[in-house]
């Protein structure tokens, strides 16, 4: 059923069929409901809205916005309809979001590799033993947002706090983002005023029918004597960590991704327009001011300008390749490619972070249960170290079996098993992007240097035992046959190497255009780029220093506050 709705759709926005044909073919295949008929319409209008303004390109708008992932989405869908005045062109290099597998969120993992991906890829480094570690993103309409996990988990109070101070303004704190959060959320658990917002754009649930792995484990937790809560977002985000089931942005089974939540509410408006499949290759300029983008095309470059200002949500690896590909960055290294510098700005694409994911733990089932809604749907937070402003380490139960390159050779786990993965969300490693070449086609190096800091193998190293107490507890025996990996405690260098070997990441990329008050930083609190004029950047390289959470809701309420500060 599904699947066939998801390739109605397909042909709607491809316009291989029109909007009474929609309605007739899913009627024919039983589908009903006067949602079918919004979906329709919803579709309907916005691709022949975008056909015609597509047939209409101007030579300027007010606005250019780079890229609709999670923050370039929630950015257009307010800036949209504040500004119906303003003209908004936004670009994107992928293709509409209307693979089946993007809607579907079970199977959200089989869009890696494919055209919706980026498929960078971090060179190897001594701190994953000289393993190269797969760096995914989107790159589709949605952006991450489309083919992620669909987790949905705001960022602790400590993170804003941090992002507040680095920044020098209180907009970026944490009751300002809490006021935020409330405006962006159509929340269906609880309600919780304080918390909680039910009336904004962003659907999000609890796990619903979650895979009876997930209480399983958070009993497990409780008998060890960890925190359970209600909600794994709220008054979490203030707090030292705990267990809960993990919030999800599906909607009657549906990805409800920023796209669709933000974005395709104002494609139907005349004054957005979405171009996809366009790759901006650089920015233009008149001195130091900002006059538009340079776009790739069969048939030579392409401009258009931007009247007003020039908005990168491109990514935390694509937005300082772009700067740097127009000549902000590091002097010495754009030389080198023969790039002429117009702003020597050394921290583009330097400050480097993501988190890490160790796969992983892993167990074999006595019984295989197929797996639920993304196939993870209970996790905590936790300190490895007592003194912590804030939890480091994230535990995700995850319903397949969950193996880095290596453990998975060396394990061979069964394919029913389950995994328990111990992840690092306050890295104290930095790593570093370069420009390969000069050439927009090109990927750069994504030097990411994990586990170059000791702290980190520490903190991984602590949530591997704390995973292996919990899938070893008596509370979990129903769901165990045996323990696959590691299968005993690991100590001194075992325990370093299993975590070596395990590491790969969550695919969180952030801070490479570090937001400050200080001159060194990329942009500064209003998120304008230094050194030029007319250029800002609200994605997640904005971030001084990752929040300790998945990041797709840090980056839709940067997108929120760009909105608010362009609108204010
Ligand atoms: C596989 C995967 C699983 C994840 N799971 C989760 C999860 O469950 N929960 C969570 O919170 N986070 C998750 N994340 C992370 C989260 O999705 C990202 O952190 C977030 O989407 C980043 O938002 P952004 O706005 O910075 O950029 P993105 O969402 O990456 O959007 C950038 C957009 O810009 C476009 N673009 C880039 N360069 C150009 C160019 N030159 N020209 C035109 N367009 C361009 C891209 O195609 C893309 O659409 C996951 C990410 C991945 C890849």
């Not at 409901?33 to 390109?57: F, I, P, T, Y």
């Amino acid at each position: 059923m599904q699947d066939h709705l998801d390739r109605l759709e397909h042909a709607l926005m491809a316009g291989r069929i029109n909007r009474r044909g929609f309605i007739r073919a899913a009627a024919a295949a039983g589908l009903a409901g006067s949602s079918l008929h919004a979906l329709a319409d919803e579709l309907d209008a916005v691709r022949a809205n975008q056909a015609e303004r597509a047939k209409n390109l101007q030579a300027a708008y007010d606005y250019i916005v780079v890229g609709t992932g999670s923050a370039g989405s929630a950015l257009v869908g307010r800036l949209a309809v504040a500004r119906p005045d303003a003209s908004i062109l936004v670009l994107e290099a992928g293709d509409w979001d209307t693979a089946p597998s993007i809607h579907d969120p079970s199977v959200w993992f089989t869009n890696l590799g494919t055209e919706r991906d980026w498929k960078d890829v971090a060179i190897p480094s001594s701190g994953t033993n000289n393993r190269a570690i797969p760096e995914h993103m989107g790159r589709v309409v949605g952006g991450g947002s489309s083919i992620n996990a669909t987790i949905w988990a705001r960022p602790f109070k400590d993170d804003l706090e941090h992002w507040a101070a680095e920044s020098g303004d209180k907009a970026w704190g944490y009751e300002h983002g809490l006021s935020i959060y409330r405006r962006m959320e159509n929340w269906q658990g609880k309600p919780d005023a304080r918390y909680r917002g039910q009336g904004g754009p962003v659907w999000c649930q609890p796990a619903a029918n979650p895979h009876p792995l997930a209480p399983a484990m958070l009993a497990a937790c409780k008998s060890l004597g960890m925190p359970i809560l209600d909600d794994l977002n709220g008054a979490r985000e203030e707090g030292s960590g705990g267990f809960a089931l993990m919030n999800q942005i599906i909607r009657d089974g549906r990805r409800q991704s920023m796209a669709r939540s933000y974005l395709y509410p104002v494609l139907g408006r005349k004054n957005v327009t979405l171009l996809v499949n366009t790759h901006v290759d650089r920015l233009t300029f008149a001195g130091t001011k900002v006059t538009g983008v340079e776009l790739a095309g069969a048939a030579g470059p392409r401009r258009i300008q931007a009247k007003t200002e020039v908005i990168l949500s491109s990514g935390g690896i694509n937005t300082p390749k772009l700067l740097m590909l127009s000549g902000i960055g590091d002097d010495a290294q754009l030389r080198s490619h023969g790039i002429k510098t117009l702003v020597n700005a050394p921290e583009v694409g330097q400050n480097f972070q993501d988190h890490l994911l160790h796969g992983g733990c892993l167990w074999e089932p006595q019984e295989h249960i197929p797996h639920r809604n993304s196939a993870a749907n209970a996790s905590g937070f936790l300190k490895s170290q007592a003194g912590l402003a804030s939890p480091d380490v994230n535990l995700v139960q995850i319903e397949i079996p969950y193996a880095s390159d290596v453990v998975g050779k060396r394990y061979a786990p069964p394919n029913t098993s389950w995994a328990l993965c111990s992840g690092l969300v306050a890295p104290k490693s930095r790593g570093e992007l370069r420009l390969r070449s000069a050439n927009p086609a090109d990927r750069p190096i994504v030097d990411a240097r994990f586990l170059s800091h000791p702290d980190d193998v520490k903190a991984l190293a602590y949530g591997i035992e704390v995973a292996r107490e919990i899938g070893n507890s008596a509370a979990m025996r129903d769901f165990v046959k045996r323990e696959v990996a590691p299968g005993k405690k690991l100590t001194g260098k075992d325990m370093e190497d299993f975590v070596r070997d395990g590491a790969t990441t969550y695919f969180h990329q952030a801070g490479t255009c570090r937001m400050g008050k200080d001159s060194k930083a990329v942009v500064d609190a209003k998120l304008r780029v230094n050194g030029v004029q007319n250029l800002r950047i609200a994605d997640s390289s904005i971030m001084p220093r990752i929040a300790s959470v998945a990041t797709m809701a840090s980056c839709a309420l940067i997108g929120e506050r760009m909105a608010e500060i362009l609108t204010a």
